[in-house]
């Protein structure tokens, strides 16, 4: 193996994956409001999203990089599911978590996530285009990088989703509840809003 490969690969993977991003603005939205247990689910969700898009790109990096087109589209419909989750999170009720049961966000919702999540998209393109060769080449080589990246894109949405629920036990009142909501929501929002900021 390249070494200086691997610590260039490293260097790239491990800010991408801790950063704010949708997956990690929602865990941590999501876990302030029903906890980290509750959380895990969607995670789950996430993490087959996340390697399934990342196995999807690594088959496809031809393609996509000669199809601006694509990423003109995803950006805005992707800006567009996030500020409608952030949404979502803003307008929520305070009740009680077992009140809330049918509101929790499961495997699904972290599956298509990933669908509309352009920082996914980004991530993934470039670590094939500027890594790829880290496994060597071939199909397992794509599969062995993309699990690479899940090493570390695992403990990064479970990191976001414990801080969210830290604030929970923090913001423990109705009315605390409610500004950690909004405060979440529109961390969300914001998310979705740079996304369609040129670059």
């Given at each position: 193996m390249d070494y200086e490969l691997l610590v260039a690969t490293l260097a790239f993977i491990i800010p991408m994956c801790f950063s704010p991003g949708p997956n990690n603005v929602?865990?941590?939205?999501?876990?302030?409001?029903?906890?980290?247990?509750?959380?895990?689910?969607?995670?789950?969700?996430?993490?087959i999203g996340w390697s399934t898009l990342g196995i999807i790109i690594g088959f496809?990096?031809?393609?996509?990089?000669?199809?601006?087109?694509?990423?003109?589209?995803?950006?805005?419909?992707?800006?567009?599911?996030i500020a409608f989750l952030g949404y979502q999170i803003t307008i929520s009720k305070t009740e009680k978590v077992e009140n809330q049961r049918q509101e929790?966000?499961?495997?699904?919702?972290?599956?298509?996530?990933?669908?509309?999540?352009?920082k996914a998209w980004v991530h993934f393109l470039v670590l094939m285009v500027s890594f790829g060769s880290l496994f060597g080449s071939g199909p397992s080589a794509i599969?062995?990088?993309?699990?690479?990246?899940?090493?570390?894109?695992?403990?990064?949405v479970m990191s976001w989703a414990a801080f969210g629920h830290v604030l929970k036990r923090?913001?423990?009142?109705?009315e605390q509840s409610r500004i950690l909501n909004l405060v979440m929501g529109?961390?969300?929002?914001?998310?979705?809003?740079?996304?369609?900021?040129?670059?």
């Open positions: 929602l865990c941590a939205a999501h876990g302030s409001r029903f906890g980290f247990k509750s959380t895990l689910p969607l995670i789950a969700g996430m993490a496809s990096t031809e393609f996509i990089s000669e199809n601006e087109s694509v990423f003109i589209f995803l950006t805005y419909i992707s800006a567009t599911y929790r966000l499961g495997p699904i919702t972290g599956i298509i996530l990933q669908i509309f999540n352009g599969v062995a990088l993309v699990m690479f990246n899940l090493l570390f894109g695992l403990p990064a923090i913001f423990d009142t109705p529109f961390a969300l929002i914001g998310v979705a809003v740079w996304i369609i900021l040129p670059k």
